[in-house]
């Protein structure tokens, strides 16, 4: 089955860093979906990429698909505590989302 | 505009017990799917519903069954409980006759506790 790699798995920040979270996929990608988690909390939807190279902000986020859609990642400037949260790449399969693991991003004030 | 919601928040269950988790999808929504999250990991697909039928399964054994309603709403069940079903079960409804080409609307969740 399709499957997706999620890294890093972890990523302690101080406020103000960047921080970057990458998926890889070993097959070609319809499109890919960005979901965040706070701690306690459900997923959110982000955001979805579609098209091969593109590129979409929301603020401080930066998402981005590759070339070959095999790949995508999600770009922050300067995080802040309100970013705080697991990120998932998710990818369309049929009718069902397949999930990554996640990257726990922490955030020190 | 009512988001998902889902009832109970929380439940305690003993192993071999059944239990029934309800949802109702968001407000023009009218799929309804079923997620897993057991705890550090990334949600895992259970099944989904479309017009009152499953449309598609995950890997997820029998003892898991679940309804959709004429309301769109829908209940999970699951017989025989294991200590290894404790997880936190969340609801996603999303537009567009099923599509799963839009993002889907999470409810809070249910957290399942199994002793």
């Known amino acids: 089955g399709q499957q997706v790699m999620q890294i890093p798995q972890y990523q302690h920040v101080q406020e103000g860093e960047d921080f970057t979270t990458y998926c890889n996929s070993s097959t070609t990608l319809s499109n890919i979906q960005w979901y965040k988690q706070r701690p306690g909390g459900h997923p959110v939807f982000l955001i979805q990429l579609v098209k091969s190279g593109e590129v979409k902000k929301q603020k401080r986020l930066t998402f981005q698909f590759g070339e070959a859609k095999k790949n995508s990642s999600l770009h922050i400037t300067a995080t802040q505590t309100t970013d705080v949260g697991t990120y998932f790449c998710?990818?369309?399969?049929?009718?069902?989302?397949?999930f990554g693991g996640g990257t726990r991003l922490m955030v020190k004030p | 505009d009512a988001g998902v919601t889902q009832s109970p928040t929380h439940l305690i269950k003993t192993r071999g017990q059944q239990v029934t988790l309800r949802c109702s999808p968001k407000?023009?929504?009218?799929?309804v799917s079923w997620y897993q999250q057991a705890l550090g990991q990334g949600p895992q697909f259970i099944f989904q519903?479309?017009?009152?039928?499953?449309?598609q399964r995950g890997n997820f054994p029998d003892r898991f069954s679940g309804h959709q309603f004429p309301n769109y709403s829908s209940e999970l069940n699951v017989n025989a409980l294991l200590l290894g079903d404790s997880a936190l079960y969340l609801c996603?409804?999303?537009?567009?006759?099923?599509?799963?080409?839009?993002?889907?609307?999470f409810g809070s969740g249910t957290r399942l506790t199994v002793v």
């Open positions: 998710a990818l369309p399969r049929g009718n069902m989302l397949t």
């Open positions: 519903y479309y017009e009152e039928e499953e449309r």
């Open positions: 996603a409804s999303n537009p567009g006759q099923g599509s799963v080409g839009y993002g889907y609307t």
């Open positions: 407000s023009g929504h009218d799929t």
